[in-house]
C-alpha cells in the first residue's frame, strides 16, 4: 500500500512516453503551402524555445487571415502547430494570441541513410512545417502564467550555463539538464553520436523518474507521511 503512489507515478509516466510515441507515428498533414511561399496566419503561442540567437515559437489554434489574400482560407486541423522564427526578438508571451507574417517552409526529410531527417523528429512533436523570418503581432495579450514562469525559470538557467566557461562546456551542461542543445557545436554532436552515447544528452523519462523519486522521498519526509503515504 505505501508504494501505489509510486506505482502510479511510474504507470503515469510510461503512459505519457506511450502517447508521445503514438503521436509521432501518426502522419501529419502536408504544409499546406508552396515553398518559400509569404503566409499570413494567426495562431496562440503554445511553447517558446530557447535558441542561441534568442527564442523561437510554437503555434497552435491556426487560422488564416480573412481578406488578406485572394486565395480560399485554409482549414486547419484543431492538432495542427507549427514552429515559427521571428525575425526579431519581440517581448511574447505564452499564451498570448498573435498575427505572423512569414516565409512557409516544409521540414527537410533525410536524402541519405544514417542522415538527421528533420521532418521526421518534427513530426514526432507534432509540427507541421515551420515559418521562417516572420514578423508577429500580438492580437491577445492573455497569457498561461504556469508555462510562462516555467519558462522564465528556464531561460535563466540556460542564461546561467552560457557563463560556464568555454562554450562546449555551456553546451553539454546546457543539453543534459535542459535537453537544450542548440548551444553544442555540430562536431560535438558528432562526437557523442558516434560514440553511441547521445542519449545521455536527453531528458528521458527515466530521468524524469528518478527525479519524481526525490521529491517524492523528500516531501514524504517533510511532511512525515501525513500528506503522502
Known sequence: MRHRPLLFFFFFVSLVCIIQYLRGSLDLPPCPFE????VILEGTIHNLELTQDGVRLILNRLGTVPGETEDPPVLFQKSTAILVYPDEQAKLQIGNRIRVQG???????????GQFDQKAYQASRGLSFQ???????????SVSFLKQGLFVI???????AKGLGDQETAGVVAAMVLGERSLMA??????????????????SGLHISMIGMAL????????GGFWLP
Not at 35 to 38: G, L
Not at 133 to 139: D, I, P
Not at 154 to 160: D, K
Not at 189 to 194: G, H, P, Q
Open 154 to 160: 528556464r531561460r535563466a538557467l540556460y542564461t546561467a
Open 216 to 223: 517524492y522521498r523528500l516531501l514524504r519526509r517533510a511532511f
Open 35 to 38: 515553398d518559400r511561399e509569404t
Open 103 to 113: 516565409t512557409a517552409r516544409p521540414f527537410e526529410e533525410a536524402s541519405n541513410p
Open 131 to 141: 515559418i521562417q523570418e516572420a514578423r508577429t503581432e500580438v492580437l491577445e495579450e
Open 186 to 203: 555540430q562536431e560535438t554532436k558528432n562526437l557523442y553520436k558516434s560514440g553511441g552515447i547521445s542519449h545521455i544528452l536527453a531528458i
